[in-house]
């Protein structure tokens, strides 16, 4: 028996979640890595690493379920108004099911043939499918897509949070640099594989983005520093 391993069905919780890993993992280090080039104690550099922690946690977890949830809103307005047509204009809406299966390579008679069983089947389904793009697999929840994105960003965080508490005060950006870049990349490899995609690909992306990211907050700290001094 031949089977076939998809992960589409895991799109909506694993975006959330490697999201917010990676959002962990990098903000909390560039405000770290930025504290740390302005400042030679350790007690503002730990400060700096919780409150980004717990406030990016929360940001994440609303911006995320607030996301999802205007996606759902959209989808629900449009199965609506989708439902309004089907009851009110059937025969237009059975030929625009057939127009988009003709687009798709088959001939009239037979899309005409397949809009008609799939109609008497299940009409609204057909149409949220075919014409919306609308699917029970790839919908996400808002619930769900919340809570992967704030506990994957507090996991993220606390890496770096841990590199902050236990590395040398004189070399802490070069220690967060160095294990974040494991990190980032660990992140990439994981996501990676649950989703299917290229390794390689996924851990370039994310080290190479990542790598600027933190230059960029150490800039900053390094000019906040000699401004403060």
């Not at 890993?21 to 909390?28: E, H, P, R, Y």
């Not at 946690?57 to 989708?82: H, I, N, P, T």
């Not at 009409?123 to 897509?145: F, K, M, S, V, Y």
């Amino acid at each position: 028996m031949h089977v076939e391993n998809h992960y589409i069905n895991r799109s909506g919780w694993l975006r959330a979640a490697v999201l917010g890993a990676n959002d962990g993992i990098l903000s909390t280090t560039s405000l770290v890595i930025g504290v740390a080039a302005a400042s030679d104690t350790r007690e503002p550099i730990l400060l700096a690493a919780v409150a980004g922690l717990v406030a990016g946690a929360l940001s994440m977890a609303a911006g995320e379920y607030v996301s999802v949830s205007s996606q759902s809103d959209v989808e629900s307005a449009d199965l609506k108004r989708e439902s309004f047509a089907l009851e009110n204009t059937p025969k237009e809406e059975l030929e625009e099911l057939t127009d988009i299966y003709i687009q798709r390579g088959l001939n009239r008679e037979l899309a005409k043939e397949v809009a008609a069983q799939l109609t008497a089947y299940d009409a609204l389904e057909a149409h949220a499918r075919d014409e919306l793009g609308i699917n029970e697999i790839t919908q996400a929840n808002p619930l769900t897509a919340a809570f992967a994105s704030a506990i994957s960003f507090i996991v993220g965080g606390l890496l770096p949070l841990l590199v902050a508490i236990f590395s040398p005060i004189k070399d802490m950006i070069f220690y967060q640099y160095g294990f974040s870049i494991l990190f980032l990349a660990f992140s990439g490899i994981l996501a990676a594989k649950a989703g299917g995609s290229n390794t390689l690909k996924a851990v370039l992306r994310i080290c190479i983005w990542g790598t600027f990211a933190m230059g960029a907050s150490a800039i900053v700290g390094y000019i906040f520093g000699v401004q403060t001094a």
